[in-house]
RNA sequence: GGGCGAUUAGCUCAGUUGGUUCAGAGCACUUGGUUUACACCCAAGGGGUCGGGGGUUCGACUCCCUCAUCGCCCA
């Protein structure tokens, strides 16, 4: 509409975990074990489970009216994103950004995998802390006790740890303890990483089981047993329980503990466990061969570009946020041991080594000339059987919806994109990296700007979520409120990087203003035009205000839009449309009942509701498309979706402030017929005195028209038996043939009084304030100053009214 | 434990570089309304010491400090 070639490219991800954990749910369900199946056939039923449930939010954003470019519509796992995908892991590899390597991972045992550090949520849990003792080797009755909310860890065991400062343990340097129940003698160690105030003031280190203990373990060159399988259940390093869950063990060691007379105390104790986001099974810390990805250099420039406004965040408080986890940034754990994903180009050897390459032909190739062996088969090579994590594709989608790791138009033309709209909830999982990736990859950043939207929460503030069933259907809603009415409830109350407390009451005030518009539409095509009449006065001079405060609205509406304050440009068009176009401008030059409307008023009217409709099309775009094509004749295909945004011209400013005068008066003569109980039929006579003589009747048309009103007299005194009021410095009266309360109308007139001569208080003791004449800036001492004029005339007025009416 | 952000009307939130007696919007509420576009409506109204305290300034919802409460992120 403003003749730029938007694209909005739609797609979706392939979820690995998520997807892979449901098909084989599903699976199982079908009485099929997943380890009976090939990978192949895994992948066959994962696709057939990507095509049946994929297109379901596509859809969703298709009934919601999304002006996507369907055609392009991407997805993570199709062919050019995934060539680009094994293109991006190639290349980095080569530059060496790509490791394999044993490390500290996070491991899920439900879905048997490892994940990324950003994959798991933290949460506090009611558990216990057991106080157990370990005996001190040599001794007949000597311990030391720790404490550990993870009892059955101590079967991997290495080391007990004390604070090399705490004197309490001085005697133990050097000593040895023996484990509980499997009786392994370990080492006291000593490491300023222990906290004196903490449980005992003993760590037992486990190595294999938690970061912290490997990070000792490191330190002090100790031994790690990994006693845990990767479902979960105890290893063989554990040497008792082996085979059973970690969770049932738990129970049964404290059991055993107490036998042995090692278990000293229990205490109740809250603590942050962490859990998978997408399984929720609690997360082992476990040592594992993975591939990562080296982050701290990789991510400097995306560093740099969103803290110099390069990449301009909105709003700028994610800025922080963005910092702090990029200044911290710890490598990417890219591999996963699932099928669902794109398996990672690596091939390895018989004797352990490998390549790198983007198909097996080619990998094929360069072992032979790795190992300078010809005779290589294919037989020989084994590619890993792992799959990268979906964010290792998600975070390329930039550059892969334009297949932009090939030379084409689209990239060029279309790279760097301008938006990227997200939810601030994976502003590392996504933005961050597409940051980084733009800038590895294209050397420049991915879009220009990013908008956080509002999160939708349920009204207790909870995250919409499945489990919790407090998520509202959106194709329910729109069949409800439809799509416009949705849009419009939602987007009315979203600020940027807000939460959104999702209520029926919200899509429920966009169907009504749907209705709205509707209903004011019917009004003006119910309209029989006239080209014989003449157009009235009144309707002539609403035109000549509408003109002007439409393009007040357009401005500012402009304004908002370049501020990415979109919630406000909507709200902006909705009081416009509401209230100065359907309450004021239509009530205007409405014509009396079954009367006829002017040919030159109804054409202006159309044209403004015509301009209306294309500022609301961004947000309504079905009922305004649909209202467009009725409101006037269009040619063949022509669509409000390609017709031009109305523009703003200078505003006539003054036009627009006479007319909030009119609404003034209207209101005051509106709220006098209320409590006088004088009917909206019977006509008033009004006059006016103006304190300086410059009454302006530029809206007297439409004010008679619009307070009902048979006459406007200009006076030059007070009107005796009428009641008044004041608006600006002008004074209004209403004769009201004795039905005056002059007691009301002397209190009414002395609170008025009151006020005012408050505000000129204030005014004056500013102005008489030599500091602020002197410092501040000349237009707003100019202000105070016709303020404290303004105020002094009124007072002078009312003064003048109260006397008059104490006679 | 570390960091970030919030606290404005009954509710959800604006308040755009400190400047109208400025405190605003929507919803909700009250009152009145069968004016044939609309009761999913119209009109008029009530309602907030801008979380508490202190400071800077001629001037603070806005800047600084502090306390309280809440939320989020990270360990």
Redesign the pocket.
């Known amino acids: 509409m403003s003749g730029k070639n938007a694209l909005w490219v739609p797609g979706t991800d392939h979820a690995s975990i998520a997807t892979e954990a449901k098909v084989v749910n599903k699976l199982k369900e079908d009485g099929i074990n997943k380890d009976d199946l090939s990978r192949d056939e895994f992948l066959k039923h994962a696709w057939e489970w990507t095509d049946k449930h994929g297109g379901i939010i596509l859809n969703q954003l298709q009934k919601l009216g999304a002006s996507c470019d369907w055609d392009r519509t991407c997805f993570t796992m199709d062919e050019v994103r995934s060539r680009g995908v094994i293109k991006s892991f190639i290349d980095l590899y080569d530059q060496g950004y790509i490791y394999r390597g044993i490390r500290m991972i996070n491991w899920d045992t439900k879905a048997q995998t490892a994940v990324s ?2 994959e ?3 949460k506090e849990v009611q558990s216990k802390l057991y106080y157990l003792r370990y005996k001190i080797e040599g001794t007949e009755d000597e311990y030391v006790t720790i404490a550990t909310t993870r009892p059955e860890t101590i079967l991997g065991d290495t080391a007990v740890c004390v604070n090399p400062n705490d004197e309490r343990f001085r005697h133990l340097k050097g000593k040895r303890v023996l484990v509980p129940l499997i009786n392994r003698s370990i080492p006291i160690i000593e490491d300023e990483y222990v906290d004196m105030e903490f449980g005992t003031g003993c760590l037992k280190i486990t190595p294999a089981h938690d ?1 912290n203990d490997y990070e000792i373990g490191m330190r002090h060159n100790l031994k790690s047993y990994d006693i845990l399988n990767d479902d979960g259940t105890m290893s063989e390093a554990a040497q008792i329980y082996i085979g059973e869950d970690r969770f049932d063990v738990r129970k049964k060691i404290v059991v055993d503990l107490e036998k042995a007379g090692n278990l000293v105390k229990i205490e109740d104790y809250t603590n ?1 466990v962490g859990f998978s986001e997408r399984t929720d099974d609690i997360i082992e810390p476990k040592l594992s061969t993975q591939w990562f990805l080296k982050m701290k250099g990789l991510s400097k420039p995306a560093l740099d570009a969103v803290m110099n406004d390069e990449v301009v965040f909105h709003p700028k ?1 994610f800025k ?2 963005y910092r ?2 990029m200044e ?1 940034v ?1 490598d990417w754990c890219i591999s996963r041991q699932l099928w669902w994903g794109h398996r990672i180009p690596v091939y390895y050897l018989e004797d352990g080594s490998f390549v790198v390459a983007e198909t097996a032909e080619q990998a094929l190739e360069k072992a032979k000339e790795k190992t300078g062996n010809a005779n290589l088969t294919m037989n020989d090579l084994r590619q890993d059987e792992d799959v990268l994590d979906t964010w290792a594709s998600s975070w390329l989608w930039p550059i892969t919806v334009f297949d932009g790791f090939e030379d084409n138009e689209d990239i060029n033309y279309y790279y760097p994109t301008n938006d990227l709209v997200t939810g601030h ?1 994976i502003i ?1 999982f996504w933005v961050a990296r597409m940051i980084i990736a733009g800038y590895h990859f294209k050397g420049k950043y991915p879009f220009k700007n990013v908008y956080f939207t509002g999160m939708v929460r349920d009204k207790l ?1 909870r995250k919409m979520s499945k489990s919790l069933g407090n998520s509202p259907e959106p194709l329910k809603l729109i069949k409800k409120y439809g799509a416009d009415g949705v849009r419009v409830g939602m987007l ?2 979203s ?1 940027a990087g ?4 999702f209520d029926d ?1 919200l899509p ?2 966009g ?2 203003f ?3 518009i509707w ?2 539409f ?2 003006v095509k ?1 309209w029989e035009v006239s080209s014989d009449i003449e157009q009235p006065e009144s309707a002539k001079q609403a035109i000549m205000w509408f003109e002007q405060k439409l393009n007040q609205t357009i401005a500012l509406i402009d ?2 839009f370049s ?1 990415y ?1 979109i ?2 440009a909507l ?1 902006t068009v ?2 416009t449309f ?2 100065e176009f ?3 401008y ?2 205007a030059v ?1 014509p009396a ?2 009367q006829p409307l002017d040919a030159e008023t109804y054409k202006a009217t159309v044209e403004f509701f015509d301009k209306l409709l294309r500022l609301l099309h961004p947000f309504m775009p079905f009922i305004t498309e649909e209202i467009w094509q009725l409101l006037d004749e269009r040619k063949e295909g022509e669509s409000i979706m390609v017709s031009d945004m109305p523009v703003a011209s200078k505003t006539n400013n003054e036009v627009v402030e006479q007319f909030e005068m009119i ?1 003034e008066v ?2 005051n003569v ?2 006098i017929r ?1 409590e006088k109980n004088l009917p ?2 019977e006509q008033l006579s009004l006059s006016v005195l103006s304190a300086n003589g410059d009454y302006s009747s530029t809206f007297d048309a439409v004010m008679e028209k619009l307070a009902n009103l048979k006459e406007i007299n200009k006076v030059s005194g007070k009107v005796e038996g009428a009641l008044s009021f004041m608006v600006k410095t002008n004074e209004y009266f209403v004769p009201m043939d004795g039905l005056v309360d002059v007691e009301a109308e002397i209190k009414r007139l002395e609170d008025e009084l009151k ?1 005012q001569q ?2 000129l ?3 004056t003791a ?1 102005l008489s ?1 030599e ?2 004449v002197n ?3 000349e237009a ?1 001492v100019a ?2 100053r016709q ?1 404290q004029a303004d105020a002094e005339a009124k007072i002078k007025t009312l003064q003048a009214s109260i006397e008059n009416l104490k006679k």
């Not at 807000?498 to 407390?501: E, P, R, T, Y």
Request: proline fraction near 2%; charged fraction near 35%; glycine fraction near 4%.
């Open positions: 550090d950003e798991v949520i933290y970061i942050k408080k922080n946020v702090h986890w911290n710890k909830d590392f503030r009315l109350c600020p807000g939460d959104l407390l009451s429920e005030q169907r009504n749907a209705n709205k209903n004011a019917r009004l119910g304004d908002h501020k304050r919630s406000d709200m909705y009081t509401w209230q359907s309450s004021w239509l009530e409405k009942y079954q609404k209207v209101g509106r709220t209320k909206m039929k006020y408050g505000f208080k204030s005014v500013k304030n500091r602020f410092n501040a800036p707003v202000k105070e303020k």
